[in-house]
Structures are given as C-alpha cells and as structure tokens.
C-alpha cells in the first residue's frame, strides 16, 4: 500500500493492521511529543484490542514526557533484550520519522528478520521509500491527527482518555500549541474532544512549556545576547557550542524550541540554529515564520523538512559549518526577498 500524500483509505490500514498480531511501534531519536504522542493514541487502541504491541524507541524517553508514562509504555531498545520478542514481530509502524535511517539501529533489526513495516507521517518520503506500507499526510498538522483518522473508523467506541492524552500532546508540540500555520479546524476539533473525554489540557501543556531546567535557562541567556540579525534583521542565527552545552550542564533536551524563540523576534522571518556536536559536524535548524521556505536550503546542505521548519546535520568544524550555513542562508533569502525565487 503506498499513500504518498494521496488520499488515504484508513480501510486498507484498518486491513493490514487487524491481520496483525505482534505489533512494535516506534518513532525516531530524540523523539518529540508528535512522535511519543501519536505512539501513545494508538498503543492504546491495540492493547485493549488484544494486540501483543510494545512501543520501542531508539531513544530513552526525554524528561518532558513522562506524563505520557504512567503505565510504562516506553521501551528503550537494546538489541540483545529485544532480538527475541522483535523476530516474531508481525508489523512494525514507525511514526513522524521523516527519514527511515532516524530509528537509528531499528533498521537492522528490521532488515535482518526482514519485517513488514508501515510507515505512518506528515513529512516528505521519495516513491522509492523503504516501507512495506507507506502512509503520508503532508496535510496533517502531527502525525497524531492522522492516528485520529485511523481511530475514527477503527472503533465503534469512543477514542479512550489515554489515547487521547497521546494524541492531544502530539497536536499541541508540532503546532507549538495551536499556534503555527499549520494549525487547522482539525487540531481544535481534536483538542475539543480531547477535553470531552477529560483529559486535563493545561496539565500537559505545563508538563511540556513550563518544565525548563536551570541549564536550559543559563544556555538561554548565554545565546539571546550573542544574536547575529542578517538582511536588516530578516535573518536571525545563533550559535551553540560546546563549551556553551558543557558550562550549562545542558542535555540535547535543553536546546528545544529555541529556533522558535528567536523567530518571535520583531522583523525576523527565519531563525537559524547552528549546535556544534562534536568536532567533525554541527547541527543546524532552521524556523521560518511563513514568507520565505527554508526546507530548500536545508535539503542544499544535506538535510530536509517541511517548508518552514527544517534542519540538517552538516559535517565540518564550528567555523566551516558556520560559515558555509550563514553564507548559503543569506544567499537563499536575499533572492526571496528580491522576488527572483
Ligand atoms: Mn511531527
């Protein structure tokens, strides 16, 4: 089955899903609320219907979503724990992966059993994906909105409250809380039945927005007064190095969400993070307010995204990528802006 941003019939899923019995759900690493969420709606689904479902992620669960664990439903993959369990896996869905490499060592285990796999997501994937199944929604504001349509016509009963806590988490984080232009009719009908089946809205939303470490606030401060503004300002880009993460304390975490900070400025239509990993690559990110597409110069230095938040990881030292990045931006943009792109 191959729904490639093509109308998606939930009745083939439905068909794939229901002739299997073992069932693993993964997300890729560092996973984010969309990814955790959307696993979390469905896993429930599949437990109450008899499915022997796990979910395994790459990643150990971030702090920030805990609240999604009260049952222990998070697994962090290990390859000698799983090897038994996961060779018998009848059906492996991967959610909001964008790139199939980003369940990391998941692969492999997939590949050497030879399993059927089912892509499920809201970004990009090329027709020659990797996956048994391939179920795309480039409409969908979160991957959770598309595990909503599936809920819809897999139930005759109401979607249930914990399903829900997951899907409304996956809605809130990849609008930045039914704020960004993706934000549709759809996420608010979804939170409106969130709040039916009583889910605690403003619990969540504090889990997520008001949890920061002291780190994050340190790196915080450190990064807001070195501010670089490009193109009278149109173009905001900081850096965070090393030194920066290690002063602070700070985990990968921390750095969450500040791309989308700097974009609030005043005039600032893109905002670029460079994050220096190690000596050899940086990661960067890019955050658009809407005018100028930034996924072209993402996809230009070896990485993707959606239009106007995306991001890449660019090898090269701190000064290399910086430079390389800010330079390949600047170009990108002015031409926007001068209406010849
Ligand atoms: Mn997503």
Redesign the pocket.
Known sequence: MNFNNTPIDWHQVHEVISAADRIMLSTHENP?G??LGAECGLYYHLKEIGKDVRIVNYSPLPDDYTFLNSDQIYECYDQDAYEDWIKDVDLVIIF?VGDYVRIRTIVDAIESHGLTTMNID?HPHSDDHPFTHNVVDLSAA??GCMIYDYLQIARSTPIVKKSFEGIYTAVMT?TGCFRYSNTDKKCYEIAIQCLESGVETHTIYQSVYENSTKSRMQLMGELLTNLHYELDGNLAWFIITKDMMDRANASKADVDGFSDMVRSIRGVEVALMIFEQNEESCRINFRSKGKYSVNDIAKSLGGGGHAFAAGAVVSGSLVDVKEKTVNASIESIRQKMNGSL
């Open positions: 984010d969309d990814g909001d809201h979160a991957t990849d």
